[in-house]
């Protein structure tokens, strides 16, 4: 929440967990492409509809929770929602690379919505820096889980507003995502298992 340019629900993992008995396991939870995408294998670009893909963090967090968390997934996601909900002063980070992407933002209404305050300007570093949908979408996949996210209302509203940005993801491409438990790669380096 507070570092969304990082990381964030429409994004992509790959999740390495170390347990308390010091056992390694992997998450894959890559983007994938949608079934209609046509164009070549390399994208030409880094951003832009065309680079759209079905989002797998939360695929892949849900799945890493359910496996190995101790806690209700609605109890771990609690202070995430009330950062989004109630706001948090805006990290320098944040606010430079939002700067560097400000004419994207200022082109797109929904990223407008969200990253300019009400002067139009994007925030400086320290204001207060609400999120209400992110914080809506929260507490829908505390209420639902991945299923939610995916198959149920957010994956509807996503897969509604791909459309008519004319993107190769379609409501069963992000119907049917699933992340993968990932190959563990591991070698001997002086001494150490890396």
Not at 161 to 188: C, H, M, P, W
Request: glycine share 12%; net charge negative; hydrophobic share 40%.
């Amino acid at each position: 929440v507070v570092e969304n340019s990082m990381s964030g629900l429409g994004g992509r993992a790959q999740i390495l967990l170390r347990t308390g008995e010091g056992n390694i396991h992997g998450f894959d939870a890559q983007s994938q492409l949608g079934g209609t995408y046509q164009g070549p294998l390399l994208v030409p670009s880094f951003s832009g509809i065309g680079v759209v893909g079905v989002p797998g963090v939360v695929a892949g967090l849900v799945q890493m929770h359910a496996a190995y968390g101790s806690k209700p997934l609605a109890e771990v996601l609690k202070p995430a929602i009330r950062y989004a909900s109630d706001g948090y002063p805006i990290l320098p980070g944040e606010v430079s690379r939002h700067l560097r992407v400000e004419k994207g933002i200022r082109e797109d209404p929904t990223l407008a919505a969200i990253y300019l305050n009400e002067s139009g300007l994007i925030h400086s570093p320290g204001d207060l820096f609400k999120q209400t949908d992110l914080a809506n979408t929260l507490q829908a996949i505390a209420s639902g889980g991945a299923d939610e996210f995916y198959r149920g209302e957010t994956g509807r509203k996503m897969a509604q507003d791909l459309a008519a940005r004319d993107a190769f993801v379609s409501q069963s491409d992000i119907a049917s995502y699933k992340a993968y438990s990932a190959t563990v790669v591991s070698t001997e380096y002086r001494g150490y298992t890396v």
